[in-house]
C-alpha cells in the first residue's frame, strides 16, 4: 500500500508563491511518474504539471512559466513551486503516483488565492 501526503497548501495573495510537497511512503517498488492535479470549483480535474523517473517535466499551458515541479528521488517525495500565483490557480491539488503496483493519490491540499 502506498500513502501519499500533500502539504505546503494555503491562503497567499495574488503574485505570491507556495511550494507544495508530496512525500510518498509504503510498498513503493518502481515509480515511472509523479504527478500535481487540481480541481478548481465548477470546473473538471486538471493535470497542472508531470515529472517522469528519468526527469522529464511537462506543465499545463495556463501554469507554463509560474510553476515548477521537482523531486528528491531518494525520498520519494516530488514538489511543486508555484509562483506568481493568480486568483484562478485556487484549487484542491492532489499529488498522484504511477509505479509498478499502480496508481496512487494522495488526499489534496487546498490552495486558496486572493485577488
Known amino acids: 500500500q502506498v500513502q501519499l501526503v500533500e502539504s505546503g497548501g494555503g491562503l497567499v495573495q495574488a503574485g505570491g508563491s507556495l511550494r507544495l510537497s508530496c512525500a510518498a511512503s509504503?510498498?513503493?517498488?518502481?515509480?515511472?511518474?509523479m504527478h500535481w492535479y487540481r480541481r478548481a470549483p465548477g470546473k473538471r480535474r486538471e493535470l497542472v504539471a508531470s515529472?517522469?523517473?528519468?526527469?522529464?517535466?511537462n506543465y499545463a499551458e495556463s501554469v507554463k512559466g509560474r510553476f515548477t515541479i521537482s523531486r528528491e528521488s531518494a525520498k520519494n517525495t516530488v514538489y511543486l513551486q508555484m509562483n506568481s500565483l493568480k486568483p484562478e490557480d485556487t484549487a484542491v491539488y492532489y499529488c498522484?503516483?504511477?509505479?509498478?503496483?499502480?496508481?496512487?493519490w494522495g488526499q489534496g491540499t487546498q490552495v486558496t488565492v486572493s485577488s
Open positions: 515529472i517522469t523517473s528519468v526527469g522529464s517535466t
Open positions: 498522484n503516483i504511477v509505479g509498478l503496483t499502480g496508481s496512487s
Open positions: 509504503g510498498s513503493i517498488f518502481r515509480i515511472d511518474a
